[in-house]
Nanobody, 123 residues
Framework: QVQLVESGGGLVQAGGSLRLSCAALGGTLTHYTMGWFRQAPGKEREFVGFIRWSSGDPYYAESVKGRFAISKDVAKNMMYLQMNSLKPEDTAVYYC????????????????WGQGTQVTVSS
């Protein structure tokens, strides 16, 4: 069973950048879709973006399009979320997640989750 471990969160000023990493341990991600989600205090977990491990371009939520970029290193079993032009409303716990086969925007469709990493953007 694949396990996911996020890292790279922290405190940053508005307009700054952070790069989150997601390491997949204990298995390969072939045939998986990998997603990034976030959850702010008192809010539901929301979709940030996803990427198919085998092929295809990343897809993003409108709220982060043009500012965030998902990439992957297949050889290292790593996925990344580069976050630029951060805003205070981006403050949340960020999670990486995996699901078999087709992509989904819905958190409940994802089978494997990391523990999350806190991102705080100060104004």
């Amino acid at each position: 069973q694949v396990q996911l471990v996020e890292s790279g969160g922290g405190l940053v000023q508005a307009g700054g950048s952070l790069r989150l990493s997601c390491a997949a341990l204990g298995g390969t991600l072939t045939h998986y879709t990998m997603g990034w989600f976030r959850q702010a205090p008192g809010k539901e977990r929301e979709f940030v973006g996803f990427i198919r491990w085998s092929s295809g371009d990343p897809y993003y939520a409108e709220s982060v399009k043009g500012r965030f970029a998902i990439s992957k290193d297949v050889a290292k079993n790593m996925m990344y979320l580069q976050m630029n032009s951060l805003k205070p409303e981006d403050t949340a716990v960020y999670y990486c997640a995996a699901k078999r086969a087709i992509q989904s925007f819905t958190p409940k469709d994802y089978e494997i989750w990391g523990q999350g990493t806190q991102v705080t953007v100060s104004s």
